[in-house]
């Protein structure tokens, strides 16, 4: 399932709206690898850095301008990070079906964060007039 962005997604904050735009691209490159034959070593180690970096980003925008859910973030990014070491385990494994189950539960738990948590502090960006933030 191809992910395409839209301003819907936006989070009000151009450089985590940045992250999660390329964030995106990342998880589709890795999709149309899955089940070709392609060695995905290299492209889930990229995007493992760059999920990190994302993360210490992010939970610091939001500790910056006083979200008090930074940490619900944070508990929200670990999980991330388990789901997408078993997706890491399933793709080592070489087992297709097993690899394509666990990218989907990744790609489905990715975009419920996307779309419940940062949603929830897009809201309160707004509601504090602390980024100017256009509604979709």
Not at 33 to 58: D, N, P, Q, T, V
Not at 78 to 104: D, H, I, M, P
Not at 110 to 119: E, R
Not at 121 to 133: E, S, T, W
Request: aromatic content about 10%.
């Amino acid at each position: 399932m191809a992910l395409e962005w839209s301003p819907i997604f936006s989070v009000g904050v151009p450089e985590l709206d940045r992250d999660h735009m390329a964030l995106m691209a990342m998880i589709n490159e890795i999709e149309n690898k899955i089940g070709s034959g392609y060695h995905l070593g290299a492209m889930i180690e990229k995007y493992c850095g760059e999920m990190a970096r994302h993360a210490a980003r992010e939970v610091a925008v939001l500790e910056r301008y006083g979200y008090a859910g930074h940490g619900e973030m944070a508990t929200a990014h670990a999980t991330l990070v388990t789901q997408f070491e078993n997706f890491r385990a399933a793709a080592a494994s070489g087992e297709v079906a097993r690899t394509a189950k666990a990218w989907l539960e990744y790609q489905s738990l990715w975009i419920s964060v996307l779309t419940s948590v940062s949603m929830d502090y897009r809201r309160y960006f707004v509601a504090n007039r602390i980024v100017p933030v256009v509604d979709p």
